[in-house]
């Protein structure tokens, strides 16, 4: 039989208790029926999260950053490689437990629209051709092809969700058709049509009125009608209590329930479907409904070999976790998520220099792995990757905290900073942001507005030590650390080079270090717009494109989307619309991103690819 058959068969042997039970993410084993306990929930935005060791690749933004799809392929199975060989141990207990199944909430595909969003560090960045195509290849990775799915991918949060955070469980957004279309859904079309996710998460908020995981428009008409998605749908979490206690649509948790079962949403994550058999008892929802649910969960679970002996994935072994291979994976997708913004010659760095590594940044753990994170069994600091790869003499000064100093030390702090600077060569300064300072609701200790962003400035701390530094003389590698776009107009202006670091991963700092001192030439490029200042944006509540992003904003910014340096020159001829003849001039290879733009009317990326250009390459790119 076919696994919805199976699945079919299955759900009619169950009593209505038992199928409400199994729409819970903490779903009981039913015994009679030899169905093991499952908890749907786990995380792999950028490697197996919260459960133990594991690669830690790039932040989501890093790895957007690179252009480059097939890499994210590459990543996204050692990912499912690494989450595979986990279940497979974790199973032999019986049963799995939180973040050990093989249903995954992930990727965040969410358009990074305003740079204040704490949250905007998990997601592709501001375009939707850009997010679509390297979450199509992350889907790919993570589910495999063949007979059996490697793991369930799920695309959230669906739809019309980027803050702010203190807002997101009771705002209600309302865009124009055209906004919705081309900038909210138009990633999560291509993906569904091309990638065939598992399943969908819906948001927090409303949209048009109805809220996110009980929506008619959203889940019927669009996601199961106009976009012919076919998995199961599964709220994040908390979401359905949301309905009645801050939408305030219905009065209890088990009308909740059911106007969200109705809807299409399938899997509670929270205790709403907690509820469900009172809902049906209430008449509020029927029990075909919840049947139609069930057998989509369980059609997954059988694709997904849970009920088989023979699926080639459960051969899987630990021996695959942080292995040679997804470390060197690793190293390469970091060298590819930094962006080269500034540099005056300085880049890259000679061997033999005295080079003096100042900055909250150097020496931080907490900056490598950004959030939604595992635990890397070896890293490298940016400190850490410097001190490897730098053969004269690294000297260190923290220089001050990340956004303030204790007063006591404070002086010390920045004396120390300032004489090890005048005894250098050229210093690299490890400043900006940190997951302490920008994430979600709840996890940014540092944040004044719930995770979010109240500016785009450096912390008045971090400006101080920065001119301190300047005032020496000695030449400036300016290395920001953020996982979106920070204000760097003065940097621009005064350092003599600019380098951006989004959360780089447990490799991130011998990436950095193989960039500064030439082991590798950089190529990554901007997936968002960096303003010069918050006062150009329009206010972050209004969801409205207009001002927003490198399609709709009318300013002048620091630097736009799709930029980023190396350290040869590419020339680009554009023959015609879709061919371009690249000519390299540089002495290291550098693997190339070529954007294809078009005007609808405003400039709108259309594609993209990468190549590998070796010194004195001519080579023509064809789209």
């Known amino acids: 039989m076919s696994f919805e058959q199976r699945a079919k068969e299955l759900v009619s042997r169950m009593t209505l208790a038992e199928k409400c039970s199994q729409m819970q993410y903490r779903s009981p084993a039913i015994e009679r029926l030899g169905v093991p306990a499952y908890n749907w929930w786990n995380e792999c935005l950028h490697g197996v999260a919260r459960a133990g060791c594991a690669t830690v690749f790039p932040q989501a ?12 392929r590459d990543v996204a199975d050692a990912i499912s490689d690494e989450a595979r060989a986990k279940y497979n141990e974790f199973r032999t207990f019986g049963g799995t437990q939180w973040y050990q199944g093989l249903t995954y909430w992930s990727p965040n595909i969410n358009i990074f629209r305003d740079p204040r969003w704490g949250r905007g ?78 399943a969908v998460m819906g948001a927090y908020n409303r949209a048009f009125g109805e809220p996110c995981c009980a929506s008619k428009r959203l889940l019927g008409d669009v996601l199961r009608g106009e976009f012919a998605f076919d998995g199961y749908v599964v709220s994040d979490c908390g979401a359905i209590c949301d309905i009645h206690e801050h939408h305030h649509l219905t009065n209890s948790p088990a009308e909740s329930a059911a106007l969200a079962v109705n809807r299409g949403c399938d899997l509670n994550c929270g205790k709403a479907y907690e509820w469900l058999l009172e809902a049906v008892g209430q008449g509020l929802v029927s029990e ?72 909250p940044n150097a020496d931080s753990r907490d900056v490598l792995l950004g959030n939604y994170n595992g635990t890397p069994s070896e890293y490298y600091t940016l400190l850490g990757g410097i001190q490897t790869v730098c053969e004269g003499e690294t000297l260190y000064a923290e220089g001050c905290g990340l956004v303030r100093t204790d007063e006591q030390s404070a002086p010390a702090l920045l004396r120390e900073a300032v004489l090890r600077a005048r005894r250098a060569d050229a210093v690299v300064m490890t400043m900006g942001m940190s997951p302490r300072m920008e994430s979600e609701e709840g996890d940014a200790c540092d944040s004044t507005a719930g995770g979010d962003r109240a500016d785009l400035e450096l912390p008045a701390v971090q400006k101080e030590l920065y001119e301190a530094v300047l005032a020496t003389g000695t030449p400036i590698v300016f290395v920001n650390v953020s996982g979106s776009c920070v204000s760097l107009c003065r940097q621009q202006e005064t350092a003599n080079a600019v380098v951006q670091c989004f959360y780089p991963g447990a490799m991130g700092g011998l990436a950095l270090a193989n960039i500064l001192f030439g082991k590798t030439a950089p190529s990554g490029r901007l997936p968002v717009t960096f303003y010069r200042s918050a006062d150009d944006l329009p206010p972050f509540e209004d969801y409205a494109m207009d001002g927003r992003t490198y399609k709709f904003f009318k300013g002048d910014p620091l630097y736009p989307f799709g930029f980023g340096l190396t350290y040869g020159e590419v020339e680009e001829n554009w023959e015609d619309d879709s061919t371009v003849l690249l000519t390299y001039k540089g ?20 594609d993209f690819k990468k190549c590998l250009l070796r010194p004195g390459d001519v080579k023509r790119v064809t789209f």
Do not use: W
């Open 587 to 606: 002495s290291l290879p550098v693997n190339y991103t070529v954007l294809q733009f078009e005007y609808i009317p405003h400039k709108s990326l259309r």
């Open 61 to 72: 933004i890093g790895m957007a950053a690179s252009f480059d799809t097939a890499l994210m």
């Open 121 to 198: 560090q998990v997601t592709y960045g501001e375009d939707p051709c850009l997010t679509g195509k390297m979450g199509a290849a992350f889907v790919r990775g993570l589910q495999g092809e063949g007979k059996y799915r490697k793991l369930d991918a799920t695309l959230k949060h669906y739809a019309v969700h980027s803050g702010p955070e203190t807002l997101r469980h009771e705002f209600d957004v309302s865009v124009s058709n055209r906004d919705l279309y081309e900038t909210y859904l138009a990633a999560f079309r291509y993906i569904i049509e091309n990638a065939h996710p598992a």
């Open 288 to 359: 075909q409904t919840v049947t139609r649910s069930v057998e989509r969960l369980f059609t997954a679970r059988m694709r997904l070999g849970m009920f088989d002996d023979d699926c080639p994935y459960d051969r899987i072994g630990p021996e695959v976790i942080e292995c040679g291979e997804h470390r060197a994976r690793n190293l390469r997708m970091a060298e590819e998520s930094i962006v080269l913004l500034k540099n005056d010659g300085v880049l890259p760095l000679r061997q033999g220099m005295r080079v003096t590594v100042i900055g």
